[in-house]
């Protein structure tokens, strides 16, 4: 018997669908960590549970069908499982799919640990008319099972109790058996226990049916560990492949694939009753409608509309509530900093304030995603995303793309919040090179979460009456670009690599959690305002910097010095025989006394009601006593006259302050480049400032709006919203929503990210690839946007009715390159699922 351990590390482990999540937060409740596992984008999560004096550490490992290396997910969860040694594994079934959950469990079973099964959602076989035995179950198997419905909070104590218990005793899960291939496993586990040396987190029967399984992980470990051991133990397990195969007339590969399928049949054989074979379950008959050949699309496009109905329209309502509070932070913070010079500000008070100008920017952001995620959850936990995987699967085909592409653009944001990093490496998984470089190129086209901000500042501004339509139409015509796309690449380029076909399995249908939907929706936005606050804010620094130098030339800033004074000395002549001149008889106290100017009107525009009014009033009164006579709309008549006086001042320096910052970034290395660059983003009405902002979102794409924050800067006096900023300027320059169209499908085009480049040079091993994902999207994108703004010009076409067109051009080619050589009609049939 094992000693009691303080601590415990316990591995959550199932299928995807299989409510592992749920059963997750149920173990651990309010104790949980989200992060990401090293080198690869897929949540790390833990959590903690204290249980008769132990510390349990329970880590919820990505969901997984097998545990090969041909996913991120699965190759996380089986790094994790071998190098972590976790003292118990819980493997999450699905109890109504118990035969295909099962696979995973038999090579859990190899790993030399401790083993409980949960059955989960029993309740959900309970109304498919299934019985499911966990104590028939548990002695065919022989590892201990716990009944669960983990979205009730049921068996939850049992499975806790049941981890306790075969922590501390010798309860190791039995090995699979291999049949007529025993013999085989058998001799090449007592080869790999001949070289302990030799990758010792593996377990030696384990590593040996991965060799005999060929598998190129395990392969490329051993090489690189020991090459002329591995190269000794692989010659051992071609011969008794080469033997074996010969006498059983199959490869292992093929062999443990089929006793796995037939112990998976045999332990529902033994553990489960059919009370009612003929029942057409709640999940066949709503999917008859939602996957029916006609309404299946119809559903799709509703489902699109609504959610950003409810989250992007609904939600930027909220956006009114947050930005107060963001403007007080700002207040907050520019209080703290060093006060602004009269017309040039200290340094660290410039960049303190460009950090959060940049950052607030952002997070007005935060009330839409929160409800964008909630939705997105609800679809993932209802199990209507897998049929939009079903749906998508179908058409993929027509367009050179796989049914596996479809995760990987669903991860990249199909409708939004996603990443194409994410997106990319989930591409490892599909089989045909062909549609896996397809689907490569082409994901960063998906509406990714830090595009999302961008098109909401640009419909806000120039689309606010209509909303919905706008962002329905970008959140489709990100698909019919990819499709489309896909297309020319895979009759060009890429027409000599091969495809595979694809199978896929459904869910059944599940009643959310409020819990689950609403943990998942805070979690992914904190993720968001960490993203913000580290890769956004490193790139604003960098704009920053290069948006300074090199700054004016003598001769310029000789001239607004000259101006400075003369505007100072226009103030004090105009005090003469004021009373009130006293107050400000030298010019610090005077910069001083228009700091406080700004100050006050600042905190004026952020209170709300007549009595918060009042108090900021007496606040300021009690102290600034001698400049608050300036502050005043009302008093006697030299407070009136002061006050007046302060005004022009202040207006003659806001004046200068905003023309040398334009001349500054205007003359920066950045404002330089941008500038360049408006001889050929001209034709799509691009200036210099979008320009940088484009530029400076390639490190980042949220930095295209934080940038544009700004550019479009405002004064320490002003609490408006970059919509109200931007809008206004961009219109008195001749700005209009065609400009805006034209700028989202560029943006929509834009090449990726310098962090999806990065991954598609890993998943491609090709610096080719990676150049060409830069280049051919931003020529595409380029011709996209110019064609669109010249032509909807010269036919005199406003925004929508320009958006409007290139739309439905965009829907018609879809439906002409997605029907050539083929019959009309997309079937999708019915789904099939395991028993």
């Known amino acids: 018997m094992m000693e009691k351990k303080d601590r415990l590390l316990v591995a959550l482990a199932g299928q995807q669908n299989s409510g592992k999540s749920t059963l997750f937060n149920a173990l651990t409740g309010l104790q949980q960590h989200i992060a990401n596992y090293p080198g690869v984008t897929v949540d790390k999560k833990s959590g903690f549970y204290r249980h008769d004096g132990q510390r349990v550490e329970v880590v919820d490992l990505p969901g997984a069908y097998a545990l090969t290396s041909f996913s991120p997910e699965e190759r996380v969860a089986r790094d994790f499982l071998l190098g972590e040694a976790p003292d118990v594994i819980i493997n999450v079934v699905d109890a109504a799919n118990l035969e295909r959950s099962l696979h995973l469990t038999f090579q859990l079973m190899e790993l030399n640990r401790p083993i409980v099964l949960a059955l989960n959602m029993v309740d959900v076989a309970q109304q498919l008319g299934l019985a499911v035995h966990a104590d028939k179950l548990q002695a065919h198997l022989g590892i201990p099972v716990i009944a669960t419905i983990g979205s009730k909070g049921q068996g939850i104590e049992a499975l806790r109790n049941k981890i306790a218990e075969i922590s501390t005793g010798n309860q190791i899960a039995p090995s699979f058996p291999y049949g007529e291939w025993e013999g085989a496993v058998h001799a090449q586990t007592e080869a790999w226990a001949q070289h302990p040396e030799l990758l010792p987190g593996y377990p030696r029967r384990w590593a040996a049916v991965l060799t005999l399984e060929n598998d190129e992980s395990l392969a490329n470990a051993a090489h690189q560990a020991l090459p002329e051991v591995w190269q000794n133990l692989k010659k051992g397990a071609d011969a008794l492949s080469t033997e074996y195969t010969q006498s059983t007339g199959q490869s292992f590969a093929d062999a ?35 996957l029916n050949r006609i309404f299946a699309p119809v559903f799709l496009i509703l489902t699109i509309w609504l959610i950003y109905q409810l989250s992007i329209v ?64 609800i679809l993932e936990d209802s199990g209507y995303m897998a049929r939009i995987a079903f749906i998508l699967d179908r058409i993929l085909h027509r367009f050179g793309m796989h049914g596996q592409s479809t995760l990987p653009l669903i991860l990249a944001g199909v409708f939004a919040g996603g990443c194409a990093v994410p997106g990319v490496m989930a591409t490892k998984g599909i089989p045909d090179t062909r549609a896996r470089m397809a689907t490569i190129l082409t994901v960063p086209f998906m509406n990714c979460l830090a595009k999302v901000p961008l098109y909401v500042l640009l419909v806000n501004i120039y689309f606010a009456e209509d909303k919905g339509l706008i962002l329905f139409y970008i959140s489709t015509i990100t698909i019919i670009i990819a499709l489309l796309v896909s297309k020319l690449l895979t009759v060009s380029v890429l027409r000599n690599m091969e495809t595979a076909p694809f199978v896929m399995e459904l869910p059944h249908y599940h009643l959310p959690g409020i819990k689950s939907v609403l943990r998942r929706a805070f979690d992914r936005t904190w993720l968001y305002i960490k993203k913000v606050g580290t890769i956004v804010v490193a790139v604003a620094t960098v704009v920053y910097i290069l948006l300074q130098f090199p700054g004016l030339t003598p001769q310029q800033d000789a001239e607004y010095r000259g101006r400075a004074e003369a505007a100072i000395a226009a103030f004090y002549k105009g005090m003469q025989g004021n009373p009130h001149l006293a107050a400000v008889d030298d010019q610090k106290k005077l910069i001083d006394l228009v700091n406080v100017y700004n100050s006050y009107r600042a905190q004026k525009l952020n209170v709300s009601g007549p009595k918060a009014a009042k108090q900021l009033d007496q606040d300021y009164a009690a102290k600034y006593p001698g400049f608050y006579p300036f502050l005043q709309r009302g008093g006697d008549v030299m407070a009136k006259k002061a006050a007046r006086n302060l005004k022009k001042l202040d207006d003659a320096r806001k004046d200068m302050r905003r023309e040398m910052k334009e001349i500054r970034i205007q003359n920066s290395i950045l404002g330089r480049v941008g500038r360049s660059l408006e001889s050929v983003t001209r034709f799509a009405n691009f200036d210099w400032k979008i320009n940088v902002a484009l530029l400076s979102s390639f490190s980042a794409r949220e930095s ?68 060409f994902s830069m280049i ?42 997605g029907l050539y050589r083929r019959p009309f009609g997309v079937h999708l049939g019915q789904p099939e699922y395991s028993s």
């Open 256 to 290: 443990a694939l089929r006793l796995r399928h037939e112990a998976a049949e045999a332990a529902c054989t033994a553990a489960v009753e059919q009370h009612t074979p003929n029942k057409i379950g709640f999940t066949e008959r709503l999917d008859r409608v939602l």
């Open 314 to 377: 609904q939600g930027y309502e909220l956006t009114k509530i947050t930005w107060p509070l963001l403007a007080g932070l700002r207040n907050l913070v520019a209080s703290i900093l060093p006060d602004a010079g009269f017309l040039v500000d200290p340094q660290l008070r410039s960049m303190g304030l460009w950090m959060v100008d940049s950052a607030n920017t952002l997070l007005n952001y935060v009330p839409i995603f929160l409800i964008l995620f909630a939705l997105i959850a």
């Open 704 to 771: 295209s709006v934080a940038t544009l924050g700004v550019l479009f800067g405002q004064d320490d006096e002003e609490n408006r919203t970059l919509e109200e900023r931007m809008g206004e300027e961009q219109k008195a320059h001749g700005y209009d929503a065609l400009t805006a169209v034209a700028l989202i499908l560029f943006f929509a085009l834009y090449p990726p990210c310098l962090a999806t480049t990065i991954m598609i040079r890993v998943q491609t091993g090709s610096y080719k690839w990676m150049l």
């Open 776 to 817: 051919f999207p931003t020529t595409l994108g380029l011709l996209v946007a110019s064609g669109v703004y010249t032509l909807g010009s010269a036919l005199g076409l406003s925004g929508i009715q320009a958006f409007s067109a290139v739309y439905f051009i965009g829907l018609a080619l879809l439906l002409i390159v």
